[in-house]
């Protein structure tokens, strides 16, 4: 795969080429990024100038950090980079020496197994999605021959933070008892992820300018990174969205304007310290702050909300991804719908008490 610089007006191509027996890089400098591109592209599938390209021979952490310089990169936030680096850190430590045409189901399962000792569920299965989109990415470009990543399995020996849901009845007490307490600053960031379902970056961004109280809707527009400081622009184009709140929610945010934003208050841990102590005064489970979003969603989808519209109201790219992460919370909705249909169905004046019973 070939990296790209640009030298003051000029762009130099870059690519792993084969001379004899020794992998090197080869460059060549053109007035246009197409141009270079082109020449990249003609290298990396024939002869050129005596040497051939041989791809399959690079490692995995040498590949996925090209693929995400050319493929990712460009098209993420700062602090989404970061998140990418950490993760090719980790390819690296996992996977140094081993060239792509060696891959195999059993290596990469051999190796994600060896990272589910130390880590959480849900860090292993946020890794292996980047390093499976990469190897998929590999496959199109006929750099891997087979799909040697549908078997593979996240497993974790690291119970760490699971993912919780809040059930209907602690979503009410939690809900309710917010809306009686505002006492700090964390108190209005946890109600605002409750009622609205947003992200904690997007909940910390949150200026009085989002607000329109006429209408009682917030506007999500941009997000605060930890990582790097700073505001910057929501995960992806389809976050950008505003919100409908409702009218006890807009009475807490105008009341409680001074404390916006959030994050001018070190919100991270100390929202979710503070979570902690909600919760255990309530005696309600523990869960986690992000997992206020995924309750505001599970309570929509369980009490009957269509699932395009909570995609929606969650910045989710596309109902897909809606789908993946509430499965179950659908599932168990399906189950209960079946018991309230075949209920109907065999309560119908319809089906006489002979038919019922021949049936």
Not at 281 to 296: A, Q
Request: aromatic share 10%; net charge positive.
């Amino acid at each position: 795969m070939a990296s790209y610089e640009k030298r003051g007006k000029k762009w130099r191509a870059i690519v792993s080429a084969v001379e004899g027996a020794k992998r090197v890089k080869r460059s060549k400098t053109f007035s246009t990024k197409r141009e270079a591109s082109e020449w990249a592209v003609k290298v990396e599938s024939s002869k050129i100038d005596g040497y051939e390209i041989v791809h399959s021979k690079i490692t995995l952490p040498e590949y996925f950090f090209e693929w995400y310089e050319r493929y990712r990169k460009p098209d993420i936030r700062e602090s989404t980079q970061a998140r990418y680096i950490s993760e090719y850190n980790r390819v690296v430590k996992l996977f140094t020496g081993i060239q792509l045409d060696q891959l195999t189901t059993l290596i990469i399962q051999d190796k994600l197994d060896e990272y589910g000792k130390t880590v959480a569920y849900t860090t292993v299965a946020k890794f292996w999605d980047i390093v499976k989109s990469s190897l998929r990415d590999a496959h199109i470009d006929g750099l891997i021959k087979k799909d040697i990543w549908s078997r593979v399995k996240v497993r974790s020996k690291n119970a760490g933070a699971a993912k919780g849901v809040l059930s209907a009845t602690d979503f009410i007490k939690l809900q309710s008892y917010l809306f009686g307490h505002i006492d700090t600053e964390s108190d209005l960031g946890i109600l605002i992820a409750l009622e609205t379902g947003a992200r904690l970056g997007e909940i910390a961004a949150i200026t009085v300018d989002d607000i329109d109280f006429k209408i009682s809707t917030i506007s999500i527009s941009k997000s605060y990174s930890v990582a790097i400081q700073q505001v910057t622009d929501t995960k992806n184009p389809q976050s950008h969205r505003t919100i409908s709140i409702t009218k006890d929610l807009k009475f807490i945010l105008k009341d409680y304007r001074d404390y916006l934003p959030l994050y001018s208050h070190y919100y991270n841990r100390q929202f979710s310290r503070r979570l902690n102590i909600i919760l255990e005064k309530l005696e309600i489970p523990k869960i986690r702050f992000h997992d206020l979003r995924h309750s505001h969603a599970s309570f929509l989808l369980y009490n009957g909300v269509s699932i395009d519209y909570v995609s929606k109201r969650l910045g989710h790219k596309n109902t897909r991804i809606t789908l993946d992460v509430y499965a179950h919370m659908l599932e168990e909705k399906e189950h209960e719908e079946d018991k309230i249909a075949l209920d109907f169905l065999s309560s119908s004046p319809q089906m006489s008490p002979k038919s019922k019973n021949s049936a």
